[in-house]
């Protein structure tokens, strides 16, 4: 069982409490510790380490413990000892001395957590759900959460998310202490990289620099923030083998990080195995450089972070797709030559006064439609389309429809030119997209009405549609 005092003032972590409760509005919040995993055999486990919440609001390493924080009370609920944890483990610190340490109201067995679970309303508290799979399920157990089993998705009730960003909102800006461990995780990890780059040389195995490096930490009694990376094949983001032969020539890289009482370093360096970079290496290394210089530059009050590394990535991508953009741009002009080309030819093929016919012919089938079915509805005489390279022009008899037609005879007008173009979309060679809507009644330009006539005009147009050609 591992049990680990606080090294700070208890003081730090009632303010944290205090802060999070506030947040909370009168809310119950319970954060579990949780519990070290067996590896091979249950007395034979990984590194025991809390869960980020419960560490952040207690500073302790207590497996199996609970806190409760209840508007200006804090309850710590903890395992009984097991008696042969002294003669395993060493004496343990006593619940008086956790209490001093932590600076929580109560300490109370963990075995009078469902007891006051049930006095407190179990729906009316807000947990976060631990990390570790077994604590998870005895917690959404207890408090009647669907994600106890494990793999189910976790969906956040109302009192749960609001925790969540509560402890969001308190932990974005850190206080002193946060900022003093944040500070050693960072001086280890600087150490920890130069050591490493110290004792780089071609020859040697990757996990001879894994050694030389995680060594500088547990020097200084931490360990590492999470699984160290230490390879030659970078390319492969989370390569956890350290096998490989270095050789002059080679990129190292290097992504380890320092914990120190759960604040976690995490750096990424890479450097050259004999010591010098190569002319692309060092290309490559300094374009990288001055990005990260320059974000870093904006990491203050007031930066433009986020708009910053936008530009840098956009200046990266824009430099590495260089000779890729050049070879398209190269392709493309070919394309748009021999597409020219096609144009011309298409042109000098292309009979417009055919073209204006056939769109003229669909015009006055539907304005001969119309007159059969009512006289007196289109008195006009026949459409002409007179096609043009880069333009064409209407003419109903010898003048142009929009100086011949007024009133009700520009709605029989357009509904003519719009089945004209329909036709066009079941023959081959023309590229109308075959929809067509029309929105009635239409406002004509002196003013007047269609409503008599709607049904008229629109029968024939129907009818057309409803013939096998279309």
């Not at 157990?141 to 969001?168: Q, S």
């Not at 022009?393 to 029989?412: D, E, H, M, P």
Request: charged share 20%.
């Amino acid at each position: 069982m591992s049990h680990g005092l606080p090294s700070q003032a208890a003081s730090t972590f009632q303010h944290r409490r205090r802060a999070l409760a506030a947040a909370m509005f009168g809310t119950p919040g319970l954060l579990f510790a949780g519990v070290a995993r067996a590896r091979n055999y249950a007395a034979n486990v990984f590194g025991y380490r809390p869960d980020s919440h419960f560490l952040y609001t207690t500073g302790a390493w207590l497996e199996g413990a609970a806190l409760l924080i209840d508007r200006g009370e804090d309850t710590l609920f903890l395992p009984p000892s097991d008696p042969g944890d002294v003669i395993w483990h060493g004496e343990s610190p006593s619940w008086a001395d956790i209490q001093a340490a932590t600076g929580v109201d109560w300490v109370r067995p963990i075995a009078e957590l469902g007891t006051v679970l049930d006095e407190l309303g179990r729906a009316k508290l807000a947990t976060l759900p631990a990390i570790d799979p077994l604590t998870r399920y005895t917690q959404g157990c207890l408090l009647d959460r669907p994600w106890a089993l494990p793999g189910t998705p976790v969906g956040f009730a109302a009192h749960d998310a609001r925790l969540a960003d509560a402890m969001i909102g308190l932990r974005m800006i850190h206080d002193d202490a946060a900022l003093a461990r944040m500070r050693g995780a960072a001086e280890a990890t600087v150490a920890a990289h130069r050591a490493g780059m110290a004792a780089t040389r071609p020859g040697l195995h990757e996990h001879d620099v894994r050694a030389a490096m995680e060594a500088e930490l547990s020097g200084r009694g931490m360990g590492c923030s999470y699984g160290s990376i230490v390879t030659i094949h970078g390319e492969v983001l989370h390569a956890h083998s350290y096998a490989n032969l270095l050789h002059a020539g080679d990129l190292l890289l290097a992504d380890v990080g320092a914990e120190h009482e759960g604040w976690a370093g995490d750096v990424t360096r890479t450097w050259p195995v004999s010591g010098k970079f190569s002319p692309t290496q060092k290309a490559m290394y300094e374009l990288v450089l001055a990005m990260q210089l320059t974000a870093i530059e904006q990491v203050r009050p007031g930066g433009q972070i986020l708009e910053q590394v936008k530009q840098l990535e956009r200046t990266r991508n824009a430099l590495a797709h260089r000779d890729h953009l050049t070879s398209e741009i190269e392709e493309m002009g070919q394309e748009v030559a021999h597409l020219e080309g096609q144009v011309g030819n298409e042109k000098a093929e292309a009979d417009l006064g055919r073209l204006g016919d056939v769109l003229a012919d669909g015009m006055n089938s539907y304005l001969n439609r119309l007159s059969a079915a009512h006289p007196n509805a289109w008195t006009q005489d026949q459409v002409r389309v007179d096609l043009q390279e880069r333009s064409f022009t209407i003419r109903v008899g010898s003048k142009r429809w929009s100086k011949k037609l007024g009133g009700t005879l520009q709605l029989v007008f357009l509904l003519a030119y719009s089945y004209g173009l329909l036709r066009l979309s079941n023959s081959d060679g023309y590229n109308f997209p075959g929809l067509l809507i029309l929105d009635l009644p239409p406002k004509l330009d002196d003013g007047s009405t269609t409503v008599e006539m709607e049904s008229n005009v629109l029968e024939p147009f129907q009818a057309l549609l409803a013939t096998p050609e279309m």
